[in-house]
Nanobody, 128 residues
Framework: QLQLVESGGGLVQPGGSLRLSCAAS????????IGWFRQAPGTEREEISC????????KYADSVKGRFTISRDDAKNTVYLQMNSLKPEDTAVYYC?????????????????????WGQGTQVTVSS
């Protein structure tokens, strides 16, 4: 059974940093493209970053480009999202997800339909 578990969320001041973790079980992260999504109250879930199964391709939404970095530790079977220069508008529940098909690492709203497994989410709140 494929399972993803996020951790690392919390309350941080504007300009601060957090690192989110997405631990996988039941599969290996180098077999799937993995994405990070977020959903703020009253908004749709949006993809903000992804990493390809090979690890050779990473993509970012314009809203986080230059501030967030996705990475992977195959030995720990875990994908990370390093978030720097956080802003109040980054406040949301953050989810990681595995895509059902390959070549899915693109920031494309339609690809949410290709998600195979979701984590439970971790809350990130940016506030002074």
């Amino acid at each position: 059974q494929l399972q993803l578990v996020e951790s690392g969320g919390g309350l941080v001041q504007p300009g601060g940093s957090l690192r989110l973790s997405c631990a996988a079980s039941g599969f290996t992260v180098d077999d799937y493209d993995i994405g990070w999504f977020r959903q703020a109250p009253g908004t749709e879930r949006e993809e903000i970053s992804c990493i390809s199964s090979s690890g050779g391709s990473t993509k970012y939404a314009d809203s986080v480009k230059g501030r967030f970095t996705i990475s992977r530790d195959d030995a720990k079977n875990t994908v990370y999202l390093q978030m720097n220069s956080l802003k109040p508008e980054d406040t949301a529940v953050y989810y990681c997800a595995s895509f059902r098909h390959g070549s899915a690492c693109h920031i494309d709203p339609s690809l949410i339909d290709d998600v195979d497994s979701w984590g439970q989410g971790t809350q990130v709140t940016v506030s002074s």
